[in-house]
């Protein structure tokens, strides 16, 4: 690859929530081993576009800096993944140094400012199936049994979600007209549910899960687990929680 | 946000569940039964035909077994198709063109449905008349691409809906087994593709 002169990029801005996005190029001195956020924090040194004006510096989120917290997930150049890790070398070597990198906010969650959207609905989703092992009540639970290691070989990588977003990004059925709660609190209910102490708050999940927006929007569409970032075996985790949910409707339907 | 504040969850089960059963069992019979063609031409076919609607109570099956799931099965499932957000230009995995497939198909086979069942169910009664339609349709270029597309349509919604349902009902769970089902669930829309371009060839070679 030849060294470029200038890192470029187009991004797609936004000023506050409501108003309309636009496109801004911008460019700094090229340097190795940079990544995307590594630019946009040169950039906010003097930020000047190409055209020569000043602008506002462009707003986006990051906090770990090394892909465990997900704040920074964007698009660049229309695959959603974090700007943390996203190599500017690796970029040129895959789409060539001569076009400018795309960037643009997630599209499947509201905007705040430029780069930066609002993740709140996963959250809110994960608790709505109680994605936790809840070991505060009047008594001591204990610790209860381990894990068996069969179990735990499957439910550890499940444990590094970092709930970025990239999933429910590329999820088909994820979109304004539904309200589907998405793969990656799917594969938290499978997870947890495996857990010996979350097992005791098994039913509730499924129930929710079996709620408004619940598993049954999942079209098999199976982007999620491609993009996953954490490659968390999402599919997996659908096929093996909808085995659980249809016998919780048998249960639901003939235990009582 | 979606208006629905009801969980979809047993409508959506039911939609799968009866898009194998009767639905698409019924598809395998209709050709089954389509294929006496192949025994003598007319002749057999015509048997068939003349058998399937004087069997008593045909009437009731073809209401309560066919009719009623599958008007179900397409009302529903124009919504399913609605509320998808399709990207599969810009994720160009080969899942994700399925789920864009299985739509396309789903549409196609709807609109090809109507129209077969109206023409040859619901517009004409007499046996030898609905051969005489349908041989007609095949013979001529502009229908036969029509029933080309639309049969083709209804077997590749099936085959992929097999693949789809085995997820639904948690069969198909493991990578390897997911991949192993997709490859069968593939074959059986191959087959069924054949079948059925078999099927119109021999019946766009009726003479009378
Ligand atoms: S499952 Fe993967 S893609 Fe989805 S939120 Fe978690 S880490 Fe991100
Ligand atoms: S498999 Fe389900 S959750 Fe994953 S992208 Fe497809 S529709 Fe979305
Ligand atoms: S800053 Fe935490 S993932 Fe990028």
Sequence with gaps: MNAPEFIQLRVKRQDNPTSKPYWEDIKIPYKPN??????????????????????????WECNCLEEVCGACTMLINGVPRQSC??????????????????????????????LMIDRQ???????????????????????????????HEW????????????????????????????????????????????????????????GPGGIQECGNAQNCKRVCPKGINLTMSIAAVNRQVNKRALQRMFDK | MSSAKKS??????????VGLLPIGIFMIVHFLINSTVFINGNESYLAAVNFMKTTPGVIFLEVGLIAIPLLFHAIYGLYVVYVAHNNALQYKYYRNWAFYLQRITA?????????????????????????????GWLQNPVTLAFYIIGYLAAVYHFGNGLFTFLITWGVAKGDRAQKVLSII?????????VWGGGLLYSLAQITF
Excluded at chain 1, 90 to 112: H, Q, R
Excluded at chain 1, 139 to 146: A, E, L, Q, S, Y
Aim: net charge positive; aromatic share 8%.
């Design chain 2, 107 to 135: 549409i196609l086979t709807t609109i090809f449905i109507v129209i077969h069942v109206w023409t040859l169910r619901l517009a004409v009664h007499d046996s030898q008349m609905v051969i005489q339609t349908l041989v």
């Design chain 1, 34 to 59: 940079m990544n995307v956020v590594s630019v946009l924090m040169e950039f906010r040194k003097n930020p000047i576009n190409t055209k020569g004006e000043k602008i506002d510096p462009i707003v």
């Design chain 2, 8 to 17: 979809s969850f047993y409508i959506r089960r039911i939609h799968s569940l």
């Design chain 1, 121 to 151: 609905i996963m959250f809110d989703n994960l608790r709505k199936v109680k994605a936790w092992v809840q070991v505060d009540g009047s008594w001591d639970i204990g610790r209860g049994p381990r894990m068996a290691d069969r179990v």
């Design chain 1, 155 to 210: 439910a550890y990588p499940i444990s590094r979600c970092m709930t970025c977003g990239c999933c429910m990004e590329s999820c088909p059925n994820v979109n304004s007209k539904s309200n589907f709660i998405g793969p990656n609190t799917i594969a938290q209910v499978h997870m947890f549910n495996a857990h010996p102490i979350g097992e005791m708050q098994k039913e509730k999940r499924l129930d929710a899960l079996m």
């Design chain 1, 85 to 114: 890790s996203a190599l500017i070398d690796k970029i040129y070597e895959k789409y060539g140094s001569d076009k400018p990198i795309v960037l643009a906010p997630l599209t499947k969650f509201p905007v705040v400012r430029d």
């Design chain 2, 185 to 193: 669930c593939f074959c059986v829309f191959l087959a069924l593709a």
